[in-house]
């Protein structure tokens, strides 16, 4: 199971962390992700970070303002999102993927397991 949260209502220009919990799977087996998906839009990728985390990769609208990181021994993934815009605004989710394709990580029918989803809300 993958829990995010972190989620909140922010001032444009402003920041929050996000950070997703993983129990009963072995975290640093896994690729993870973060998504997001704004009200009447598809779910789109963000980016992820590799399993032993040296390496990221990010969507281009977020390059430069956001950050993922991890934390294996606590099973833990963050995003850091600075410099908030209103566009950020949507519901954001961590999904785990195990496949050893990098061409897989920003496609949503590659991962295995996704978290529910926390609310992201950036004002103007």
């Known amino acids: 199971q993958l829990q995010a949260s972190g989620g909140g209502l922010v001032q444009a220009g402003g920041s929050l962390r996000l950070s997703c919990a993983a129990s009963?799977?072995?975290?640093?087996?896994?690729?993870m992700g973060w998504f997001r998906q704004a009200p009447g839009k598809e779910r789109e990728f963000v980016g992820y970070?590799?399993?032993?985390?040296?390496?990221?990769d990010y969507v281009d609208f977020v390059k430069g303002r956001f950050t993922i990181s991890r934390e294996n021994a606590k099973n833990t993934v963050y995003l850091q999102m600075n410099s908030l815009e209103p566009e950020d605004t949507a519901v954001y989710y961590c999904?785990?993927?195990?496949?050893?394709?990098?061409?897989?990580?920003?496609?949503?029918?590659?991962?295995?397991?996704w978290g529910q989803g926390t609310q992201v809300t950036v004002s103007s």
């Open positions: 999904a785990a993927n195990r496949s050893p394709y990098s061409a897989y990580y920003s496609r949503l029918d590659k991962y295995d397991y």
């Open positions: 009963g799977l072995t975290f640093s087996n896994y690729v």
């Open positions: 970070i590799s399993w032993n985390g040296r390496s990221t």
